[in-house]
């Protein structure tokens, strides 16, 4: 049994961001009623999440555990995707910031299965001393979640799955592609032809009031160091969780997009299909990263899911 870790906590310092932003308003909450709420301005939100998370970090069984923690109320923790800084979800984060206490958990780099971050997850939870909690997961999250469904049914109540992962099978260009990826040094965001991939999958989803949010992505989805990435892609290799989904009875909300590619789409419909306890929704007019994109509409369709006793009240006055 490994000794008891200690746990840090420190204020975050604000980061900077390249892209100037219109306006000097503060970060907006959605607004009631009728109509469009007023767009959130980014860059405030972001430096308002920073301000007011802590970072943790502690050691257990040889993995540097660590990541950010927000907001009030219940446990909702976050498993982000394969390239991305754990700040990529404050939009919606701040949505539901005095709903959920958020548990943004970032991948220890000693971790080389998936197996050992349902590790981390589960260390951390029982960090924080939360016996049970929800979980939101988008893409290579996705498969963390799942795994973490299979071993520790008992602590998830419910989980959110964004644009999932169930299988990988890896061609030999892309094996070999990765291979480089884990010698090059530096940040994923100096990668020749990054930006023209980003533009091409995702530009055309992006909200037309605000132009700059596009350098919000660029930002935190190139902060990655290379080879970080390279090896939670190197997980994924020939992954196959599509055994067995009829087991896993968590109550699980599975969130997709027009937009997404089609291996997301398909383990979509595999997990609406299969798990026996699954709410399938899509976003229409959205591509793979809605928390950026649409954060106010994805709240609208998670909050439902994660108060279901605030949600039958409502049907119940109308």
Known sequence: MSEEPNITTSPV???SADAPIPGTAAPSTPTTGEGCPTPLAWKQVRTEFLDQCEEFTFSEDGLSIGGRVFGEGTPLYFLNGISATSTIFCLTAWLLREEFRWVILAYPSEARTIDQLVQALDAAATQFGDETFDLYATSFGSAVALQAMRQHPQRIQRAILQGPLISMQLSLAERLALRT??????????????????????SRWFPPFDITRWQFLLNETGDVPTREVAR?????????LSD???EIT?????????????RHRAAAKTLSEQLPNATAEEISNSGHIPFVTHPHRLVKMIRPFLHPELHAESCAQQ
């Not at 884990?182 to 995702?202: K, M, S, Y």
């Not at 939670?232 to 196959?240: F, P, S």
């Open 250 to 262: 968590t109550p699980s909300l599975i969130i997709s997009s027009e937009g997404e590619a089609a």
């Open 232 to 240: 939670r892609a190197n997980m994924l290799r020939g992954l196959d």
């Open 181 to 202: 990826l884990g010698w090059l040094p530096g940040q994923i965001g100096r990668l020749p032809l990054r930006r023209a991939v980003l533009q091409n999958n995702h």
């Open 244 to 246: 067995g989904l009829s």
């Open 13 to 15: 310092p604000e980061a």
